[in-house]
T-cell receptor
Framework: EAGVAQSPRYKIIEKRQSVAFWCNPI?????LYWYQQILGQGPKLLIQ????????DSQLPKDRFSAERLKGVDSTLKIQPAKLEDSAVYLC?????????????FGSGTRLTVV | RKEVEQDPGPFNVPEGATVAFNCTYS??????FFWYRQDCRKEPKLLMS???SGNEDGRFTAQLNRASQYISLLIRDSKLSDSATYLC??????????????FGQGTTLQVKP
Protein backbone atom coordinates (compact mmCIF):
# COMPACT_ATOMS: atom_id res chain seq x y z
CA GLU A 1 0.00 0.00 0.00
CA ALA A 2 1.44 3.36 -1.04
CA GLY A 3 1.86 5.81 1.81
CA VAL A 4 0.93 9.45 2.14
CA ALA A 5 2.74 11.46 -0.52
CA GLN A 6 3.83 15.04 0.03
CA SER A 7 5.66 17.57 -2.11
CA PRO A 8 7.90 19.41 -2.22
CA ARG A 9 10.28 17.93 0.36
CA TYR A 10 11.99 21.24 0.96
CA LYS A 11 11.16 24.87 0.28
CA ILE A 12 13.03 28.07 1.06
CA ILE A 13 11.22 31.36 0.57
CA GLU A 14 11.59 34.95 1.66
CA LYS A 15 9.17 36.45 4.16
CA ARG A 16 6.01 37.89 2.63
CA GLN A 17 6.19 35.42 -0.27
CA SER A 18 3.59 32.74 -0.90
CA VAL A 19 4.03 28.98 -0.78
CA ALA A 20 1.88 25.93 -1.36
CA PHE A 21 2.23 22.34 -0.21
CA TRP A 22 0.57 19.31 -1.70
CA CYS A 23 -0.60 16.07 -0.12
CA ASN A 24 -1.95 12.88 -1.67
CA PRO A 25 -3.43 10.61 1.02
CA ILE A 26 -3.51 6.84 1.08
CA UNK A 27 -6.09 5.60 -1.41
CA UNK A 28 -9.58 5.39 0.06
CA UNK A 29 -8.78 7.39 3.18
CA UNK A 30 -11.60 9.81 3.88
CA UNK A 31 -9.92 11.80 6.61
CA LEU A 32 -6.92 14.04 5.98
CA TYR A 33 -4.92 16.09 8.46
CA TRP A 34 -2.34 18.87 8.17
CA TYR A 35 0.04 19.33 11.07
CA GLN A 36 2.75 21.92 11.70
CA GLN A 37 5.89 20.88 13.57
CA ILE A 38 8.20 23.64 14.71
CA LEU A 39 11.73 22.59 15.65
CA GLY A 40 11.85 21.20 19.19
CA GLN A 41 8.08 20.84 19.47
CA GLY A 42 5.54 18.14 18.80
CA PRO A 43 3.27 18.39 15.75
CA LYS A 44 0.22 20.66 16.08
CA LEU A 45 -2.98 20.09 14.11
CA LEU A 46 -3.75 22.90 11.67
CA ILE A 47 -6.76 21.51 9.84
CA GLN A 48 -8.69 18.25 9.45
CA UNK A 49 -10.86 17.27 6.48
CA UNK A 50 -13.51 14.56 6.27
CA UNK A 51 -13.85 13.94 2.53
CA UNK A 52 -13.87 17.52 1.19
CA UNK A 53 -15.43 19.13 4.27
CA UNK A 54 -13.53 20.82 7.10
CA UNK A 55 -13.94 19.11 10.49
CA UNK A 56 -11.55 21.21 12.58
CA ASP A 57 -9.60 24.31 11.60
CA SER A 58 -9.56 25.96 15.02
CA GLN A 59 -5.78 26.28 15.08
CA LEU A 60 -5.31 27.41 11.47
CA PRO A 61 -4.10 31.05 11.26
CA LYS A 62 -6.78 31.96 8.76
CA ASP A 63 -5.39 35.41 8.01
CA ARG A 64 -2.49 33.79 6.16
CA PHE A 65 -3.11 30.05 5.91
CA SER A 66 -5.67 28.35 3.70
CA ALA A 67 -6.30 24.74 2.76
CA GLU A 68 -8.57 22.89 0.42
CA ARG A 69 -9.33 19.32 -0.48
CA LEU A 70 -10.94 19.21 -3.86
CA LYS A 71 -12.97 16.09 -4.68
CA GLY A 72 -12.09 14.63 -1.28
CA VAL A 73 -8.72 13.31 -2.38
CA ASP A 74 -5.63 15.53 -2.76
CA SER A 75 -5.14 18.55 -0.56
CA THR A 76 -3.14 21.75 -0.74
CA LEU A 77 -2.05 23.99 2.12
CA LYS A 78 -1.11 27.57 1.27
CA ILE A 79 0.61 30.31 3.22
CA GLN A 80 0.27 33.88 1.99
CA PRO A 81 2.18 35.92 3.05
CA ALA A 82 4.75 33.85 4.92
CA LYS A 83 6.34 34.99 8.17
CA LEU A 84 9.63 33.93 9.74
CA GLU A 85 7.73 31.99 12.44
CA ASP A 86 6.14 29.80 9.75
CA SER A 87 9.46 27.98 9.38
CA ALA A 88 8.54 24.40 10.25
CA VAL A 89 7.86 20.97 8.87
CA TYR A 90 4.34 20.58 7.47
CA LEU A 91 3.08 17.04 7.86
CA CYS A 92 0.09 15.47 6.18
CA UNK A 93 -1.65 12.33 7.45
CA UNK A 94 -4.73 10.33 6.49
CA UNK A 95 -7.04 7.71 8.00
CA UNK A 96 -10.28 5.75 7.23
CA UNK A 97 -11.46 7.12 9.57
CA UNK A 98 -9.46 7.51 12.78
CA UNK A 99 -8.42 4.23 14.43
CA UNK A 100 -8.05 4.12 18.19
CA UNK A 101 -5.78 1.16 17.77
CA UNK A 102 -3.56 2.42 15.00
CA UNK A 103 -3.66 6.20 14.99
CA UNK A 104 -2.67 7.30 11.53
CA UNK A 105 0.33 7.46 9.22
CA PHE A 106 2.19 10.62 8.32
CA GLY A 107 3.78 11.57 5.05
CA SER A 108 7.45 12.51 5.04
CA GLY A 109 6.61 16.20 5.32
CA THR A 110 7.61 19.46 3.67
CA ARG A 111 10.37 21.39 5.42
CA LEU A 112 9.75 25.12 5.00
CA THR A 113 12.39 27.73 5.74
CA VAL A 114 11.35 31.38 5.65
CA VAL A 115 14.26 33.81 5.45
CA ARG B 1 -0.92 24.14 31.38
CA LYS B 2 -0.03 22.19 28.24
CA GLU B 3 -2.49 19.53 27.15
CA VAL B 4 0.27 16.91 26.99
CA GLU B 5 3.48 17.35 28.96
CA GLN B 6 6.71 15.42 28.69
CA ASP B 7 10.19 15.84 30.06
CA PRO B 8 12.18 16.82 26.94
CA GLY B 9 15.38 15.21 28.23
CA PRO B 10 17.76 14.38 26.70
CA PHE B 11 18.12 10.99 28.29
CA ASN B 12 21.62 9.64 27.72
CA VAL B 13 21.88 5.96 28.60
CA PRO B 14 24.34 3.14 27.89
CA GLU B 15 23.42 0.20 25.74
CA GLY B 16 21.52 -2.42 27.70
CA ALA B 17 20.04 0.07 30.14
CA THR B 18 16.39 0.31 31.06
CA VAL B 19 14.86 3.74 30.58
CA ALA B 20 11.40 5.10 31.37
CA PHE B 21 9.58 8.10 29.93
CA ASN B 22 6.59 9.74 31.56
CA CYS B 23 3.83 11.91 30.24
CA THR B 24 0.81 13.65 31.73
CA TYR B 25 -2.32 14.88 29.98
CA SER B 26 -4.88 17.44 31.05
CA UNK B 27 -8.13 16.32 29.39
CA UNK B 28 -9.77 13.65 31.53
CA UNK B 29 -12.16 12.79 28.65
CA UNK B 30 -9.28 11.56 26.50
CA UNK B 31 -9.92 8.09 25.12
CA UNK B 32 -6.94 7.02 23.04
CA PHE B 33 -3.26 7.19 23.79
CA PHE B 34 -0.16 6.47 21.78
CA TRP B 35 3.59 6.62 21.74
CA TYR B 36 5.14 7.75 18.47
CA ARG B 37 8.81 7.59 17.59
CA GLN B 38 10.48 10.28 15.52
CA ASP B 39 13.97 9.91 14.08
CA CYS B 40 16.01 12.99 13.24
CA ARG B 41 14.52 14.82 10.22
CA LYS B 42 11.90 12.12 9.70
CA GLU B 43 8.16 11.98 10.23
CA PRO B 44 6.66 10.57 13.45
CA LYS B 45 5.81 6.88 13.29
CA LEU B 46 3.50 4.94 15.55
CA LEU B 47 5.43 2.93 18.11
CA MET B 48 2.51 1.56 20.07
CA SER B 49 -0.97 2.28 21.29
CA UNK B 50 -1.49 2.44 25.04
CA UNK B 51 -4.32 0.52 26.67
CA UNK B 52 -5.76 0.77 30.16
CA SER B 53 -4.56 -2.73 30.98
CA GLY B 54 -1.05 -1.88 29.89
CA ASN B 55 0.59 -3.47 26.91
CA GLU B 56 3.93 -4.84 25.89
CA ASP B 57 5.66 -5.17 22.54
CA GLY B 58 9.02 -6.86 22.83
CA ARG B 59 11.31 -4.60 24.83
CA PHE B 60 8.70 -1.85 25.05
CA THR B 61 6.02 -1.60 27.73
CA ALA B 62 3.37 1.11 27.88
CA GLN B 63 1.20 1.89 30.89
CA LEU B 64 -1.82 4.14 31.35
CA ASN B 65 -3.10 5.49 34.67
CA ARG B 66 -6.41 7.24 33.98
CA ALA B 67 -6.89 8.34 37.59
CA SER B 68 -3.60 10.24 37.55
CA GLN B 69 -3.83 11.08 33.81
CA TYR B 70 -0.39 9.66 33.35
CA ILE B 71 1.20 7.57 30.58
CA SER B 72 4.55 5.84 30.64
CA LEU B 73 6.87 4.04 28.25
CA LEU B 74 9.52 1.61 29.45
CA ILE B 75 12.33 0.48 27.18
CA ARG B 76 14.35 -2.50 28.37
CA ASP B 77 17.78 -3.55 27.10
CA SER B 78 18.28 -0.34 25.13
CA LYS B 79 19.85 -0.60 21.68
CA LEU B 80 21.76 2.03 19.77
CA SER B 81 18.91 1.99 17.25
CA ASP B 82 16.48 3.14 19.97
CA SER B 83 18.04 6.61 19.82
CA ALA B 84 15.22 8.91 18.74
CA THR B 85 12.61 11.30 20.07
CA TYR B 86 9.60 9.67 21.70
CA LEU B 87 6.33 11.56 21.44
CA CYS B 88 3.48 11.06 23.88
CA UNK B 89 0.20 11.45 21.99
CA UNK B 90 -3.39 11.79 23.18
CA UNK B 91 -6.69 11.77 21.31
CA UNK B 92 -8.69 14.22 23.40
CA UNK B 93 -12.19 13.54 22.11
CA UNK B 94 -14.65 11.22 23.79
CA UNK B 95 -17.54 9.75 21.89
CA UNK B 96 -17.38 12.35 19.10
CA UNK B 97 -14.06 11.08 17.95
CA UNK B 98 -12.70 13.08 15.06
CA UNK B 99 -9.14 11.83 15.22
CA UNK B 100 -7.43 14.99 16.40
CA UNK B 101 -4.16 14.09 18.11
CA UNK B 102 -2.39 16.22 20.69
CA PHE B 103 1.36 15.68 20.79
CA GLY B 104 3.75 16.31 23.62
CA GLN B 105 6.99 18.04 22.74
CA GLY B 106 8.85 14.74 22.81
CA THR B 107 11.58 13.16 24.91
CA THR B 108 14.95 12.66 23.30
CA LEU B 109 16.78 9.41 23.95
CA GLN B 110 20.42 8.90 23.11
CA VAL B 111 21.76 5.37 23.62
CA LYS B 112 25.55 5.24 23.78
CA PRO B 113 27.87 2.25 23.24
Amino acid sequence: EAGVAQSPRYKIIEKRQSVAFWCNPISGHATLYWYQQILGQGPKLLIQFQNNGVVDDSQLPKDRFSAERLKGVDSTLKIQPAKLEDSAVYLCASSIPFSRAYGYTFGSGTRLTVV
Amino acid sequence: RKEVEQDPGPFNVPEGATVAFNCTYSNSASQSFFWYRQDCRKEPKLLMSVYSSGNEDGRFTAQLNRASQYISLLIRDSKLSDSATYLCVVNPQGSSNTGKLIFGQGTTLQVKP
